[in-house]
C-alpha cells in the first residue's frame, strides 16, 4: 500500500479516523493524506424576497451586510479546516507516522474522493459525521454516498480505536468477497492477524466449494483462518460471531444489490455499520 486517505471533518470521529489511518500506515508503510472538505457555500441573495416594507437603501445596506458575513463564515470555515487538520497531523506524529500531507479542498465530496482516490489505496472515514450525537442510530449522510461511489476499498472507523487481533471476513461468495479476500491476501494491512471466515446461510455444494477456495487463497498467504458456515439471517449471525471471537474488523463486500432493492429489503452493508462496534472493510 502506497497511500491512503483519511477524511476528516470536527465530529467525535476525528480523533478515531486518525487512530485507525496510523494503524494501517504502520502496519503498511503507507503515506497518509489528510482531506478536510468544506463543501460547497454561497447562497444567492436572489434567494431571498427582500422587497416588502424596506425601502430600497436599507436593502442594499443589508445586501453589502449578507455579503459581507458570508465572507466572514468562509474564512471561519477554512480557519477551521485548516486546524482540524494540523491536529490530526499532530496525532498521526505521536503515533509514529510522520509522511502525512494536508489537503483542504472546497468542492463537493463525491468529486473530491473521485478526485484524490485515483492516487490512493484506501479510504478511511468515520460511522457518522458532526451530527452524530443528534443522531446515533443514523449514518453519516455521506458515508453511503461514498461507499457507493468509491472504486477503493474503505475502512469505516468505529467510535473509538482499539488494538485489533484477529478480524472477521463476511463471505457470501460473490465479487466483492473474493475481491475482499484477494485484497487480505495481497496487502499487509492484516498480516498476521487470526482470520475467521463466515459465511451465512445453507451449507450445500457450491457454497462450500467458494469457502474453500477463499479459505485456501488466505492460507497461502500466510493467514490462520478458521472457515464456517452458519446458517441464519447474515445481520444477526455476523453480529454474534464478531462478539463470540471477540474480532477487531469486520471485512465485507459492500452494497452488492441496487439502492432500489434496498430500499424495500433493505441493506446488509448499512446494517453491520450500523450496529456494530468494531471498524468495518468494505470493498465493492
Known sequence: MKKLIALLDGSVYATSVCDHAAWVARRTGAAVELLHVLGRHGVSSETSDLSGNIGLGARTALMDELSELDAQQSKLSQKRGRAILEDARDRLAQAGVTDVALKLRHDDILETIEEFETHGDLIVVG????????AKMHLGSNLERIVRSSHKPILVASREFKPIESFLLAFDGGTSAFKAVDHIAASDTCKGLDCHLLTVGKDN??????IDEASQRL??????????IVPGEPEAVICETSRKHAVGLLVMGAYGHSRIRNLIIGSTTTEMIRSCMTPVMLFR
Do not use: H, L, Q
Not at 205 to 210: G, N, S, T, V
Open 127 to 134: 460511522k457518522r459525521g458532526e451530527a452524530s450525537d443528534f
Open 205 to 210: 455444494p457450491d457454497i462450500r466449494r467458494k
Open 219 to 228: 492460507s497461502s498467504a500466510g493467514y490462520n483462518v478458521t472457515p464456517e
